[in-house]
Structures are given as C-alpha cells and as structure tokens.
C-alpha cells in the first residue's frame, strides 16, 4: 500500500487501525469502486474551515476487482484554488482496506480534483467552497449600460456598446458573466464590452453564475443601430466558394458546403443572406452545409448599412449518398510444398506460399503478412522456404486497400533432416549478414556445412576474458570455412577486420550485449511507434520524446522477444523549463499487435509487463524513477533526484522473476514478482499468479506527451 498526504494545515492517516471519529466537525466523502471513468460518489460543495477528507475504494464501495485509485487536488491551475496538496492512493487491499483520512483547511472558491492513474482522465469534479455561516443560494445581481453616439429619436449612429456587470452578495463571488445576441443567439462568456455596428435593431440578454453555481434571472438590453450619414450608392460585391469531397463526376459526396462572402468600400457590409431552392431569406452566419441527396441551387446576396442590396447570385451542385464502403477482408489461401517422409514431415525444408483475393469487398489486395513460429509479422513477397528442422508454425494474413485486416490464420508442419541430427549451435542468430558486436562486416550470414550460421559460430555474445582470446576464436572459425569454401578470402578479411574492431574482450566493453539502438537511421527504423506520441531522431544518435505528436504511446522492439536479461540504455530529463520527464521502459510483455483483449496496442505493455519508470517530479505520481509501476515504489527520499540535463546510466536486470535496478552504477530498487503484490491486475483472467509473470517479451520505451520529454540513446542487450 502507498499513500501520500499533503496541505497547507495539517496531513495525516491513520496507519494499522481505522479512525473511530473525525478530527473536524466537516467530513466530505468521497468513495470509488470498479468504474475508472467516474467516482462512485463526491460532494459537490463545502464550508470554508477545517474538513476531514475521507477517500474510500473498498469492496463496501463497490471495488470488487481490486482496482487502485487516487484521489488528487489540482494545484497548478490558476482557475482553482491551489492552497490544499492532497494526494491519496486507495486500493481495498492496502493496509487500510482502502479507507483513509486526511485533515484539510478549505478556503472560499473552487477546488479541482482528479484520478492521477493513466486511463483514468474522467474521474475528476470540483469542489465549491463558500464562506462560512451557509450554502451560498443567493445569485448574483446584474445591470446593463447602452453607451454611443445617438441621433434625435435616440437611435445610436454607427454602433453602440454594451457593457455588462455583475456583484454577489451570497458570499462566493462572481464566476462568470454571460451574453447572447437576439432570442435564439448561443450564450457566449462576456469578457468585454459587446460593440453592435449592424444597421436595425437588436436585443442582447445576460446572466451571471456564482462560484456556488447559482444563476442570476436573464434580463435585456434593447436597442437600434442606424448608419452613417453617406452618399453611397454602390451595393456589396457578392461570391459564393464550394467544398467538400467529390466522386469522378464531380458529384459532392454526402455533403457540400457552401460559404459565401462579400466586401463593400463604402459603408461596408450590413449582412449576407441566401436561400436554398425556392426558399425563404435568412441570415448568412456560418458556411451552408447541404446533406441532402439531390440536385440543390443556393442563392445569396448582401445588403451594406447604405441600405444597397446586391443582385442575386446563386450556385448549383448535386449530392450523392455515399457510395457502400469495403467492409469485406480479404480471403486468404496456403500451401506448402517438399519432399515428405513416412510421417508426412517435410525433409530438408518446407516452401510456404500464401495467396489472397479481394473479390467480395472490392478495393483490392494492399498487402500480404506473415510470421514464423511466433515472431512478429513482416511483408510476404515470395514463397517463405524453411530449412530448419523442427515443428513450425506459420500465421498469415492479408489486408485490403480500404483497410480490412483477414483473420489470422496458421499452418503447422515439421521439418526434419534426412539423415543429420538438429545442429548444437553456440547461439541463435538468423540477421541476414555477420556482425560481429556491432559492426557489419557486411558479409551473408550463411549456413555452415555443421548447419549453424556463421553468426552462430562468431559467439560475439559470449564473455570473452581478452580480445586477444576472441579474435583468436574468431580466426580458427574462418580458416575452416574458407577451407569448406563457405568464404572467400576478401569476406574471411572482411569479417576478421569486424572482429577487431568490435572490442570484444577489451575492458570496459560491453561483452556479451547487443546494441539495438545505435543512433543511426537504420537502427530506429527497426522500432516501432504505438498509441499516441512520438520520439525523433537526434544529429547526435539519441532519440527525443514528445516532438510531434501528443498523447500516451510507446516506442517499441519488435525484433525480438527477451527472457532473462541485462538492459543497459542512457536517459536524459529534457522537460522545459521547471518541468521534469516522464517515461519509463517496458519490459516481459506480450506481441502487441492483434491482442485478443486490447484495442489500443501500447496497453497491452502497460497491463500485461512490467513498467521501469522514469518521473523526479516531487508531485503527483508516487512511482517514482526506479519503481516498477504499479508493484513497487521508490520514492524521491530512497533513490534521490535525478539532475535535469545530463545523461544517467541505467541497467535493468531480470533473472527469472527478480528484478534489479540500477542508476549511475547503485542499486536503486529490487523487486521479486511473486504475486501479492499491491497491485491487482484488472482482468481475472490474465495469465500468471498477479497476471504479469511472463517468462519472456518484448522491449519498449513510453511517451507520454509533449510535455513530458525524456532522450535515450546507446540501448544494449544481453541474454542472460
């Protein structure tokens, strides 16, 4: 359980026993339960002074999934309140039961609180605080003040302005003025006075609301408006523009809209009317949206405060419906051809070749995808030819032009070798070319005569004692293939010049990782960007989030799927001005595309792995940077603040279900996830004792928004 507690008076809980009386005569409840769009209750409106706030999310209350929530008030908005910091984590299996209590001082005026968990943006409400003695029921009273030069019969000549004002006596104040032009006009906020200069007479009606939300009576001003003394004799110039999206015979596509303009140089332009078919006249305010299937005329003119009327103009168009869109996915089609034995395995490798077609939908085939046992999809061009012994499975599917995806569906088959066992190779490596650390020789990654790839017999991901060791390993590998011929001299040289320059072996390298991040362009094009937000690309090889696009995302490695590992990678807080970072690394967590339960793919990392954060912010969020989000927190005081502007080291360790990790070289958090943990998952039927207890998964960095901005660069790997 983890609880935070703040105000400008007095913070407390009670920890190990419940409060049998509140310490102030005003207690405000506010309770939680299985929805995370809204409290279950909340009070609505309070006495200045001394108040007990309660927060309960409890079974009681309704919680019966174990869902945490918060119960947060705002104090960087200048449109509230902000002398109470109030910030209560509750979940029905804390050491409270979920209940907890906190001794507050409320000042008069509005209070804003929110749900500060990710995904819970609408549990939120304000708080209205009066003066003390009562609710404050008494609305506020308003007058009006036509001002503005007027002729004899008391018409304003030119324009006339409106100015409006409030008071309260009711004890909360003011809290907004409103207006609206004529009886059917929208009410708009009044924040100056209202300058009418259209000829004929006009109406303006008024309000006000208080901070306790009571609405005065409308009242209103009447009053006519007549032009200038002129001598212009030339009425307005009229024009008429359309829009809108149009089929092959220029026909507008369910809707067309027309917006009309005009300009006067003498005494300028009173109104703009138009009129639909044979029609009546109304007043042009807005562009004239036509939905209508049909044949349609619109008609318009302009009369200036001259009292010239422009002659009449028009426009013709046709509306269509739109046309029945392509909801059919494609169907798709396998076969898979090669030599069987008796069991009906395929011996020496299996072809695989997938087909679809778009007959019944109607906008063509756009793209065919497929993935090998497990592994993330990639464009079909060719039939997929699979040599490795062993079961396979092959999933397919294919995607039309307007977007519709088939149904994945899979092929199994097993592979076996005529007369050779599986091979023993050292390691496990199918990139197309041999790179020896992080240096491409650029030679073919070929399969040996031992049937292991020349990758695989490298053994760049061992821990060599010496360099001097490794490339002696690395020269006894090519003088056997070059004997085999699997080589030829120019790439024996080629991949011994990549060993020596990959370190391997000298002190202080990186032995044994894998760089998947090296800033280059062809290193970040192999991540993958889901949800909302975004990370660019820097001159200097690192990559920066929020740059353009808002929203909560990640950023995500597809390639591979990792079990027990080491993680090494750099972070910089790169928030403007005061503000701090926000971001974190997604580790052990399922392929996020097609997830049977989750229609926003950055979730599935956020609910089914596990999250290493990165926030120093001293508000808000409790988890802080080293935390696993949502299981265990570190806070500000335990592992200290992270110095904006430089880069920090971080290592993430995972053997089994242990955790560790490491900032600048200390041990900052350790973590055992073996259930009971004070996070519940959200679903019953997640796999696992606590529903995030995968044994292996993928990596990925989140974005949080525009604000928030975080760099990384230099990401390493290494299984353990």
Not at 433 to 460: A, F, M, Y
Not at 504 to 509: A, F, M, R, T, V
């Amino acid at each position: 359980m983890m609880l935070g507690l703040q105000s400008t008076s007095t913070a407390q809980t009670a920890r190990g026993e419940r409060a049998e009386q509140p310490a102030a005569a005003q207690v405000l409840t506010w309770t939680a339960g299985n929805d995370i769009d809204k409290y279950t209750s909340a009070p609505a409106t309070a006495v200045a002074g001394a108040a007990t706030i309660v927060f309960e999310n409890s079974e009681a209350t309704g919680n019966t999934i174990g869902m945490p929530h918060t119960l947060t008030f705002v104090t960087s908005d200048p449109e509230f309140n902000n002398d109470v910091q109030l910030n209560i984590l509750a979940n029905p299996n804390d050491e409270q039961g979920g209940r907890h209590t906190a001794e507050v001082t409320l000042t008069p005026g509005r209070y804003f609180y929110h749900c500060t968990i990710p995904g819970h943006g609408r549990m939120q409400g304000i708080l209205v605080v009066t003066e003390g003695g009562g609710e404050d029921t008494t609305p506020p009273e308003t007058a009006a003040k036509v001002t503005g030069a007027q002729n004899a019969k008391g018409e304003y000549v030119g324009s006339a302005s409106v100015t409006v004002s409030a008071t309260d006596d009711g004890g909360s104040g003011v809290d907004g003025i409103q207006y609206a032009v004529g009886d059917e006009g929208d009410w708009r906020p009044y924040t100056a006075p209202v300058v009418v200069d259209q000829v004929g007479s006009h109406k303006i009606r008024y309000r006000a609301i208080d901070k306790a939300g009571n609405t005065s009576a409308e009242k209103t001003v009447e009053f006519t408006v007549v032009a200038q003394p002129s001598d212009d004799t030339t009425p307005p110039e009229t024009s008429a523009t359309m829009s809108g999206e149009r089929d092959a015979d220029g026909a507008y596509i369910d809707m067309a809209t027309v917006t009309v303009s005009a300009s006067d140089t003498g005494s300028g332009v009173n109104t703009i009317e138009y009129a639909v078919g044979s029609g009546a006249w109304q007043p042009y305010t807005a562009p004239v949206m036509v939905h209508q299937v049909g044949t349609h005329t619109v008609r318009y003119r302009a009369t200036d405060k001259a009292g010239n009327v422009a002659a009449e103009k028009s426009v013709e168009f046709t509306v269509v419906a739109t046309p029945p869109q392509d909801t059919t996915p494609p169907v798709t089609g396998v076969t898979v051809e090669g030599t069987k034995n008796s069991d009906g395995a395929y011996i020496g490798n299996a072809k695989v070749t997938v087909s679809a077609t778009d007959d019944h939908g109607g906008s063509g085939v756009d793209r065919i995808e497929y993935s090998l046992d497990g592994g993330p999809y990639i464009a079909y061009t060719i039939p997929v030819v699979v040599d490795r012994a062993g079961a396979h499975t092959v999933a397919y599917r294919a995607t039309d032009k307007a977007g519709n995806t088939s149904a994945a569906r899979t092929v199994t088959f097993t592979v076996v070798s005529s007369q050779v066992p599986a091979p023993n190779c050292p390691e496990y490596d199918e990139r197309l070319t041999v790179i020896v650390g992080t240096v491409d020789s650029g030679v073919p990654n070929r399969v040996t005569n031992s049937r292991c790839r020349i990758n695989e017999l490298i053994e760049d991901e061992k821990e060599w004692t010496s360099h001097a060791l490794f490339l002696k390993h690395v020269r006894t590998v090519l003088d056997k293939l070059l004997e085999e011929g699997i080589v030829d001299q120019r790439e024996f040289n080629a991949v011994q010049k990549a060993a020596r320059q990959s370190g391997i072996g000298k002190p202080g390298q990186t032995e044994g990782y894998r760089t998947i991040l090296d800033g280059s362009a062809e290193s970040f094009a192999k991540w993958q960007q889901v949800g909302g937000g975004s990370f660019g690309l820097n001159a200097d090889g690192s990559i920066t989030s929020g740059t353009t696009k808002a929203g909560l995302g990640m950023l995500w490695f597809p390639q591979r799927k990792y079990g027990d590992f080491s993680l090494k990678l750099q972070w910089r807080d790169d928030a403007p001005g005061t503000g701090n970072a926000n971001s974190g690394v997604f580790v052990r967590f399922p392929w996020v595309h097609d997830h049977p339960e989750e229609s926003r793919p950055e979730w599935v990392a956020i609910k089914y792995g596990h999250e290493v954060q990165v926030l120093d912010r001293p508000d808000g969020d409790m988890y802080k940077t080293g935390s696993v989000y949502g299981f265990d927190r570190v806070g500000l005081a335990g592992a200290g603040v992270t110095q904006k502007g430089t880069w920090n080291d971080y290592e993430i360790r995972v053997v089994d279900q242990h955790y560790s990790v490491y900032r600048n070289g200390v041990l900052i958090n350790e973590f055992d996830n073996i259930g009971g943990q004070d996070f519940t998952p959200p679903r019953s039927d997640d796999p696992g004792t606590d529903g995030r207890r995968f044994a292996s998964g993928y990596i990925g960095l989140q974005v949080h928004g525009t604000t928030d901005v975080v760099s990384y660069r230099d990401i390493r790997i290494k299984e353990l």
